[in-house]
């Protein structure tokens, strides 16, 4: 079975950093894709970044890239998700997911509310 579980939300003034961590089981990480996702209330899901072994390396969203950063540690079983600089507008719940390819989502956790105030 798989699972993922969020953890490490919270509450920040803008220009904070927060540290997302996805713990989670039922599958390797060196066949599939990890990925976080966020929703924002009254917006689409939005892809936020992904790692898979597949594609050589981290990929970003244009909203993030420069200021977030997807870790893995196999070893734990863990996922994070490394957050600098964060603005009001990524105010959303984050997931972390994961599929057979970035920017498909098979299974994801509860979600993890991060609110970036101004």
């Known amino acids: 079975e798989v699972r993922l579980v969020e953890s490490g939300g919270g509450f920040v003034q803008a220009g904070g950093s927060l540290r997302l961590s996805c713990a989670t089981s039922g599958f390797t990480f060196h066949d599939n894709a990890i990925a976080w996702f966020r929703r924002a209330p009254g917006k689409e899901r939005e892809g936020v970044a992904c790692l898979s072994s597949g594609i050589g390396g981290p990929r970003y969203a244009d909203s993030v890239r420069g200021r977030f950063f997807i870790s893995s540690d196999p070893a734990k079983n863990a996922v994070y998700l490394q957050m600098d600089n964060l603005k009001p507008e990524d105010t959303a719940v984050y997931y972390c997911?994961?599929?057979?390819?970035?920017?498909?989502?098979?299974?994801w956790g509860q979600g993890t509310q991060v609110t970036v105030s101004s």
């Open positions: 997911a994961v599929s057979d390819r970035c920017w498909t989502y098979d299974f």
